[in-house]
């Protein structure tokens, strides 16, 4: 599996930025994906989550700000953030959960992150 990230950049606090990883490769189907992010010092936090059915998990930080979205045709996780806060500043990894075919079972992997900035 390889996921491919891309959209982060530098913006000004208020502004928007829309996040996406595709993920690609020998495997069956991708279940789970989802949006970490880590700040200078601080540990690495869930952003976003969604499943292939389409239930989604957000962290309290961002609800109502960030919108997480997929195409599992093309096996690709969006993260759409507006209002943007200083405090977004991060690396943001996504991750999902694969299997290589239908009797086994979930392997996790992570993409290289997207750097992030928002400005005061």
């Known amino acids: 599996v390889q996921l491919q990230a891309s959209g982060g950049g530098l913006v000004q606090a208020g502004g928007s930025l829309r996040l996406s990883c595709a993920a690609s490769?020998?495997?069956?189907?991708?279940?789970?994906m989802g949006w970490h992010r880590q700040a200078p010092g601080k540990q690495r936090e869930l952003v976003a989550s969604?499943?292939?059915?389409?239930?989604?998990n957000y962290a309290e930080s961002v609800k109502g700000r960030f919108t997480i979205s997929r195409d599992n045709a093309r096996n690709t996780v969006y993260l759409q953030m507006n209002n943007l806060k200083p405090e977004d500043t991060a690396v943001y990894y996504c991750?999902?959960?694969?299997?290589?075919?239908?009797?086994?079972?979930?392997?996790?992997?992570w993409g290289q992150g997207t750097q992030v900035t928002v400005s005061s």
């Open positions: 991750n999902v959960n694969y299997r290589m075919s239908s009797s086994q079972g979930e392997r996790p992997y």
């Open positions: 490769g020998s495997f069956w189907r991708v279940s789970y």
């Open positions: 969604i499943f292939s059915g389409g239930n989604t």
